[in-house]
């Protein structure tokens, strides 16, 4: 079963396609799981959780003020604007696992120091809006400090879900299952990388929001 582990809604303020129509998406190309990582929102998981169809995680990507941060199998809203500490203890208390998202990407991941010294669950090894050397150096340093790995699309329209994903076995049934398998095993692992020029409108685009944001983190 294929698992795209980051993938957003409109409830992201950069976010284009409803929960449905990434549910339908998401049937047409056989995508199995799907978590739904809006930006600072926890919405979308009530609206499409009992679909019967696609298992879909509880989740959230968090802005700590250092960087990104999913949130995997939480029951609640995590607010913004914490720090690392205090947003892997929210996590936490909410039930979760904390996963440190893109931890190389220059505009929003926290880092390979921070990703070092705080204690996640799982770090992003693959994302499919990184570039190639992000992507490669983000496995390698979950493979060095023994930590689970994700990987996701980080798709912001329906067009690019399954360009990152997870390989799960096909007897989960439940989004529970889902998420002990991914923190518990080693899964064969997929996802495409940014180019150059997407890179650079990507560059862009973050500055100009940046700006208009007050200068903060998404």
């Known amino acids: 079963m294929k698992a795209d582990l980051h ?12 929960p449905q129509q990434v549910l339908e998406r998401c049937l047409e190309i056989g995508i199995g799981c799907i978590a739904i990582t809006d930006h600072n929102e926890f919405r979308a ?18 802005s700590s003020s250092k960087g990104h941060i999913i949130a995997f199998g939480i029951d609640r809203h995590i607010p913004r604007g914490m720090g690392i500490q205090e947003t892997i203890n929210a996590i936490h208390e909410a039930g979760g696992y904390a996963i440190a998202a893109h931890p190389y990407r220059w505009w929003s991941g926290i880092g390979k120091k921070n990703t070092v010294m705080y204690n996640f669950d799982a770090i992003e090894a693959l994302n499919a809006r990184s570039i190639r050397s992000a992507n490669i150096k983000s496995r390698k340093l979950a493979e060095c400090i023994g930590k689970p790995v994700t990987a996701g699309s980080d798709a912001h329209s329906i067009e690019t879900i399954g360009r990152g994903y997870v390989k799960l076995p096909d007897k989960v049934e439940t989004w529970q299952e889902a998420v002990t398998v991914i923190m518990g095993e080693k899964l064969e692992l997929y996802s495409t990388n940014r180019k150059f020029l997407g890179t650079l409108r990507y560059g862009f685009k973050s500055i100009f929001q940046w700006i208009f944001r007050g200068f903060r983190k998404m």
């Open 45 to 62: 998981f009530d609206d499409i959780k009992n679909n019967g169809k696609i298992i879909v995680i509880p989740a959230e990507e968090v």
């Open 7 to 18: 993938v957003h809604t409109n409830y992201s303020s950069d976010g284009k396609s409803t």
